[in-house]
């Protein structure tokens, strides 16, 4: 059981937009504004696509967005291309005792 | 441009040792602080360790703490993984990770870039 709730999958069709959830607590995601996520195709190492909660890296495109209310943090990608089609994860740092970073179990993104 | 090539991997029984290696070019190996992640195959992201940029704080996951080592080699642009007594948990592909900046633990860090991973199995 991963330390941040994501849901296990999600999907759309091109063209529209998708949100995928990422809950923690008041030690982690709800602690601070310092969370960032990670899309993966299959086979291949994660890229960063979001970080500080809504910032992007040069050169990930627009269309991804991030934010965050309370201990949820939320990923938000429109305009779906099939290029989309990855598993996208969540992560932070948390105050807990007994680990330091946390990441979410993964959500898969279907593009219809 | 940025690399990261990892090495060691392997089948090994339990209870054994192994010890990862992370070779890093195409910037300043030094300035930034450096984590290995795992995943196991087909499942999620799990955080091992991290280091600073000078070795002077290391932390690990509960899981791993007492059983791997992280260490590196500033003058070798190398990063390492000791990792004793191995379980079949541990079964994993182990990726080494660039942090954003020196300290393993600030809370604004994230990780980019990833290496390509290598894969540990650990196995009778």
């Known amino acids: 059981q991963s330390a941040l709730t994501q849901p296990a999958s999600v999907s759309g069709s091109p063209g529209q937009s998708i949100t995928i959830s990422c809950t923690g607590t008041s030690s982690d995601v709800g602690y601070h504004n310092y969370v960032s996520w990670y899309q993966q195709h299959p086979g291949k190492a994660p890229k960063v696509i979001i970080y500080?909660?809504?910032d992007r890296p040069s050169g990930v495109s627009s269309r991804f967005s991030g934010s965050k209310s309370g201990n949820t943090a939320s990923l938000t990608i429109s305009g779906l291309l099939a290029e989309d089609e990855a598993d996208y994860y969540c992560?932070?740092?948390?105050?807990?005792?007994?680990?330091?970073?946390?990441f979410g179990g993964g959500t898969k993104l279907t593009v219809l | 441009e940025v690399q990261l090539v990892e090495s060691g991997g392997g089948l090994v029984q339990p209870g054994t040792s192994l010890r990862l290696s992370c070779v890093a070019s195409g910037f300043t190996f030094d300035d930034y602080a450096m984590h290995w992640v795992r995943q196991v195959s087909g499942k999620g992201l799990e955080w091992v360790s991290g280091i600073n940029w000078n070795s002077g704080s290391v932390g690990y996951a509960a899981s791993v703490k007492g059983r791997f080592t992280i260490s590196r080699d500033n003058a070798r642009n190398s990063l390492f993984l000791q990792m004793n007594r191995l379980r079949g948990e541990d079964t994993a592909l182990y990726y080494c990770?660039?942090?954003?900046?020196?300290?393993?633990?600030?809370?604004?860090?994230?990780?980019?870039?990833w290496g390509q991973g290598t894969q540990v199995t650990v196995s009778s």
């Open positions: 992560t932070s740092y948390t105050s807990r005792l007994g680990t330091s970073w946390v």
């Open positions: 500080d909660v809504s």
């Open positions: 990770v660039k942090d954003r900046g020196t300290n393993w633990n600030y809370p604004h860090n994230w990780f980019d870039p």
